[in-house]
């Protein structure tokens, strides 16, 4: 069976960075595409970043471009999220998956880590 385990989160003050890290037991970890997402209380589940298999290509949500980084060490199985200049507005439930598809719909995701919470005091 498929595991995500993410770790990293933590409390932070505004302007602070934090890096989340996302571990996958599969051996074909590098034929996925990795995404993160996020949610805050009472809001859906949003895009943050995806990165291809091969770590070349990435994205970002408009809200984050300029301030988080996606990468990947497929030799580790892991995927990162370095968040810098952390806003009260990141605050929520960050979530790596991993899907067949490169898009920010979560949909096409098959596999989801347990989550780990940020919280960015202002």
């Known amino acids: 069976q498929v595991q995500l385990v993410e770790s990293g989160g933590g409390l932070v003050q505004t302007g602070g960075s934090l890096r989340l890290s996302c571990a996958l037991s599969?051996?074909?970890?590098?034929?996925?595409?990795m995404g993160w997402f996020r949610q805050a209380p009472g809001k859906e589940r949003e895009f943050v970043a995806h990165?291809?298999?091969?770590?070349?290509?990435?994205s970002y949500a408009d809200a984050v471009k300029g301030r988080f980084t996606i990468s990947r060490d497929n030799a580790k199985n892991t995927v990162y999220l370095q968040m810098n200049s952390l806003k009260f507005e990141d605050t929520g439930g960050y979530y790596c998956?991993?899907?067949?598809?490169?898009?920010?719909?979560?949909?096409?995701?098959?596999?989801w880590g347990q989550g780990t919470q940020v919280t960015v005091s202002s």
């Open positions: 998956a991993a899907g067949i598809r490169a898009t920010p719909n979560p949909r096409f995701y098959l596999y």
């Open positions: 599969e051996r074909t970890y590098s034929s996925y595409v």
């Open positions: 990165i291809s298999g091969t770590g070349v290509s990435t």
